[in-house]
């Protein structure tokens, strides 16, 4: 018999479906928003931001896309800040924080903007939007600074702050931001953009509340996350009992450099419960790719989903939380303490946590094994435009390499780093050459730049750009790869390693990770970009597939003998069989 809590929300199945499908489209529409109005490269173009809906108890209700270190663990901030306000909370405030510390945030250019949601007099909603910023002050434009002597070097720290007060700006507050960033005219815009992203999500949540009423709509939520918990519950119970082990490395913390950090993951499964522990992870480190405990556990559990069935994902919610626990020590690594700097963790360690995490689980379900991304590729610069005499930052995704390949499936080609999950895009090179003075001259896949396996890691990319303006400084933190590589799983190879250079002239200088460089006009800044890992075994492959791979230029003819063995004859491009038949072992 249905306990007397279930008869009293049991809703009727068409309602459930609307209210739990319009709450998923309030977050769209909110991201949609600030995707039209904002003027940043990363928000308007690249899609560095998310929008989410959380309930009155902090629970996550609604993140249906968006970058995962900006919205799954963000029920630690809604907390914070529930904490700290307590009763003034009012109809009209809106709450501002950028904090990894106080405020649970990911990295100090990542600004949250958090609206409570009343209805009759009662809190019931939280909104929050996020988006990564041109500049938050700090030593260097854009928070990819690799020597900061501690986080106060990196930027302008906000804690959870009103900026609307019951409908009132906070124009003060707003100025003294403002004031202590770079480009304040364009963060100003940036800011108001997700601001109305809250504006239009609290007016769609109060038409679902005055179409359906209160009790119902809240109804529903607590069945949405019943039946995801249950859905997640039934999903971990098929894995196999045990511990499991993974691990991963970023190629140093870019103050002591060449010594790779390590983050180390044990799945433990036990029933329908799972315990993802970094506890032998390393210590917290001088150097700035350390990441605070929400940033751990957004990568984290976003690695768990990737074991969970596809339909689930845009419907994620507090639910599927509650029976996956993280374990993540004080001073480690994966939870730094303050002051440590924590500017690169989006890309170091966050990325490591999350192939961590997938490494491990791809042992216990070698059946839906997934491979670590092509390692990021980007760069902050700051210079000089002399077609309008103006400062600049600019930073790009487009030189990433591809996905990491999953048991069934190639890798995506062109997708963007495993810290977001394909959720950052890359940007277009017309676009590029008109914000800034730097000319594209090779952007292109490249033959053997992904990992071989019975299923092969999306290719690695050729990426080269002529600088047309004045000398630039450029940091490279926000890249990864020169010594360390993508995993493969189940067998498959690991994804090559990238590198990156300046061609000065005749003359070629290699450029490392998570070191300061310059780069004066003429010259080209160019990256090779390593791909994502293989899954399965390489000989395995269909040669099928293998020869497709060689016709549309991913695989050389070499490396599909070596690699795959599959001869392929050069003058017809087609399948020598039986000398295949020789290289594979087959009688």
Known sequence: MASEEQARRDVDPITLSTVWHGMQSIAREMRHVVDRTAQNYLLAVLHDMAAGIWDAQARTIAVPEGPTSMFLSQHFAVEAILEKFGDDLHPGDIIITNDPFK???NHLPDWGFIRPVFYEDELVFVLLTRGHQLDTGGSFPGGYFANGYDIHAEGLIIPPIKIYDRGVERTDVLELIWNNVRFPEGVKIDNYALMAGLTVGEK??????????????????????DRMEANVRATITEIPDGTYFGESATDDDGTTLDEQVWVRCEATIAGDEMTLDFTQSDDQRTGFVNCVLASTYSRAVAGSFLFFDPEYSP???????????????????????YPATVGGSPV???????????AALSQAVPEKAVAAWGRRRGHYIAALDPRNGQRYTQTTTDADGGAGAVWGFDG???AMGMSGLGSIQRGSVEEIEIRYPWRTER???TPDLSGAGRWRGGSGMVWEVRNLGGDARIATGSSDGDLTQP??????????LSKMYIRRGDEIETVRTHRMIEVKTGEVLGKVSGGGGGVGEPFERDPQAVQKDVVDGYVTIEAAERLYGVAIDEATITIDEARTKRLRGID
């Open 103 to 105: 405020g649970h945030c």
């Open 412 to 414: 995506f080609e062109g």
């Open 348 to 358: 170091n360690v966050g990325t490591q946590v999350l192939e961590a995490t997938v």
């Open 487 to 496: 995993a493969g799983a189940a067998g498959g190879d690991p994804g090559p």
């Open 204 to 225: 769609r949540i109060h038409s679902l509340l005055d179409k359906y009423g209160k009790q119902v709509v809240l109804d529903c939520v607590e069945e949405m996350l």
């Open 443 to 445: 952007y292109h896949f």
């Open 315 to 337: 419907f994620h919610n507090a639910g599927s939380m509650r029976p996956i626990t993280l374990v993540a020590p004080e001073g480690s690594v994966c939870n730094a303490q």
